[in-house]
C-alpha cells in the first residue's frame, strides 16, 4: 500500500504570494490533517478534513486555509506569504473512522521557503 | 490547555548503550493516548510506540518501552541496545478522545547514537 505523499517536496515563494500544497493520503483513508513544523515552535496542528469538511482547527490565521476532495486529497493553501510562514508543513492520514483515530501516518513534507 | 515538555533538547548514546528520553504533559482529560514519534533526517515521521491512558501496562516494542506515570504525567522512551539506525529527532506525542485527530507536540529530543 503506498504512503502519504506530499507535493511539491521543496517551494520557494516570496512575501505576499500565496501558496498550495497537496496531500495524497494512504488509499482508504479519509481523514487528513495538516502540522506545521518549525524549529522555534516544533510541531503545530493547523487543521484536520474528514469527508471534505473542516473537522478540527488549530490556533492559525485565516491566511491559512485547506479543503478535501472527494478521493480525500487535501490541499492547503496560504495567502499573503509572510517570512515567519517559512516551515516545513506535514500531512497525516488516517482512516478516520473514530473521531480520534490514532493510527496517524505522516507524509515526508513539503519544505516552504518564503523570501 | 494541552502541553507537552521535553526538556532534553539533545542527548546522544554509544552505541549498544540504552538511553531514555524525557516527556511530561499536562492535560485535564483522562481518556487520551500516548506516543513517540521518530524523525530520521529524512523527514519522514515514523510512529515508535504507543500507549493508551487507560492501560496500566506500560508499552514495549521490541528494543522501545516506555515508562508511564500517569499521576505524574510523565511518559518516557527507554532504547535498549542503540543502533545507528536510531539517530533522529523523537517526538513525545498525545492526542485526547475529545479533540479528535488534534496531536499536540512536544519540541523533540535529537538523539545522537555514536559508534
Known amino acids: 500500500k503506498a504512503g502519504v505523499t506530499q507535493t511539491p517536496r521543496y517551494l520557494i515563494k516570496t512575501r505576499g504570494q500565496q501558496v498550495t500544497l497537496s496531500c495524497s493520503p494512504i488509499?482508504?483513508?479519509?481523514?487528513v490533517s495538516w502540522y506545521q513544523q518549525t524549529p522555534g515552535q516544533g510541531l503545530q496542528f493547523l487543521f484536520e478534513y474528514f469527508s471534505e469538511t473542516q473537522r478540527n482547527k488549530g490556533n492559525f490565521p485565516g491566511r491559512f486555509s485547506g479543503r478535501q476532495f472527494s478521493n480525500s486529497r487535501s490541499e492547503m493553501n496560504v495567502s499573503t506569504l509572510e517570512l515567519g510562514d517559512s516551515a516545513l508543513y506535514l500531512c497525516?492520514?488516517?482512516?478516520?473512522?473514530?473521531?480520534?483515530?490514532?493510527?496517524?501516518?505522516f507524509g515526508p513534507g513539503t519544505r516552504l521557503t518564503v523570501t | 490547555a494541552q502541553t507537552v515538555t521535553q526538556s532534553q533538547p539533545e542527548m546522544s548514546v554509544q552505541e549498544a548503550e540504552t538511553v531514555t528520553l524525557s516527556c511530561t504533559y499536562d492535560?485535564?482529560?483522562?481518556?487520551?493516548?500516548l506516543f513517540w514519534y521518530k524523525q530520521p533526517p529524512s523527514r519522514q515521521m515514523i510512529l515508535v510506540i504507543r500507549q493508551e491512558a487507560y492501560k496500566q501496562q506500560n508499552a514495549t516494542e521490541n528494543r522501545f518501552s516506555v515508562n508511564f506515570q500517569k499521576a505524574a504525567k510523565s511518559f518516557s522512551l527507554k532504547i535498549s541496545d542503540s543502533q545507528l539506525g536510531d539517530t533522529a529527532m523523537y517526538f513525545c506525542a498525545f492526542m485526547t478522545l475529545n479533540t479528535g485527530n488534534q496531536f499536540y507536540f512536544g519540541t523533540g529530543t535529537s538523539l545522537t547514537v555514536i559508534p
Open positions: 497525516a492520514s488516517s482512516t478516520g473512522d473514530d473521531r480520534a483515530s490514532y493510527e496517524q501516518y
Open positions: 488509499s482508504g483513508h479519509r481523514s
Open positions: 492535560t485535564s482529560e483522562n481518556n487520551y493516548y
